[in-house]
T-cell receptor, first 116, second 119 residues
């Protein structure tokens, strides 16, 4: 299996819908991340989980709700989104302890979200 | 706060030629990591090359090499013998060294450079 897997790859939802994005990593990493990628803008870090504990929440609106049940799985629950939330949502993982702690991120292929 | 700037939104190069992508950053720290990531049209971002600021030697990975100028805060990526598979978005990123509590693991990203390879 690939290192970081995201589902679904594409999602179209109305502003009143509730949906979830899923991410799973098979690399044994302890940290997982949600990023938002919009055209011609730097990646925006949304949430970070380290050993299942949320350690970063970069002023993300409450209509985005993360969940990390264990170090291998990460969810992003979506509800009452706005059209400007349409973007590519990337999940990543990394190892933040030990000699391999160089900050390298391993990414999934992303979930393309369109909000109508 | 640290910032990363990629001044070239798009670059094109003839296949087999060499191209250099620019990246500058701003920081008051003396030790840190710098990265180049590649995002092909299939969208999975992968690490191309990493440079530790305390190392004077420029990092090299096969056809990819960097020109790290610490005083100038410049970190350019050189791709030699460009191939069609090199076509992608390239992102430069900065990371502080990890703190005692492993808290410094945020990457600061540039806006990216789209590289087009002409056959």
């Amino acid at each position: 299996e690939t290192g970081v897997t995201q589902t679904p790859r594409h999602l179209v939802m109305g502003m009143t819908n509730k949906k979830s994005l899923k991410c799973e990593q098979h690399l044994g990493h302890n940290a997982m991340y949600w990023y938002k990628q919009s055209a011609k803008k730097p990646l925006e870090l949304m949430f970070v989980y380290n050993f299942k504990e949320q350690t970063e929440n970069n002023s993300v609106p409450s209509r985005f709700s993360p969940e990390c049940p264990n170090s291998s799985h990460l969810f992003l629950h979506l509800h009452t989104l706005q059209p400007e939330d349409s973007a590519l949502y990337l999940c990543a993982s990394s190892q933040t302890r030990g000699g391999s702690n160089t900050g390298e991120l391993f990414f999934g292929e992303g979930s393309r979200l369109t909000v109508l | 706060a640290q910032t990363v700037t990629q001044s070239q939104p798009e670059m094109s190069v003839q296949e087999a030629e060499t191209v250099t992508l620019s990246c500058t950053y701003d920081t008051s720290e003396s030790d840190y990591y710098l990265f180049w990531y590649k995002q092909p049209p299939s969208r999975q971002m992968i690490l191309v090359i990493r440079q530790e600021a305390y190392k004077q030697q420029n990092a090299t990975e096969n056809r990819f090499s960097v020109n790290f100028q610490k005083a100038a805060k410049s970190f350019s990526l050189k791709i030699s013998d460009s191939q069609l598979g090199d076509a992608a978005m390239y992102f430069c990123a900065y990371r502080s060294l990890p703190g005692e509590m492993d808290s410094n693991y945020q990457l600061i990203w540039g806006a990216g450079t789209k590289l087009i390879i002409k056959p």
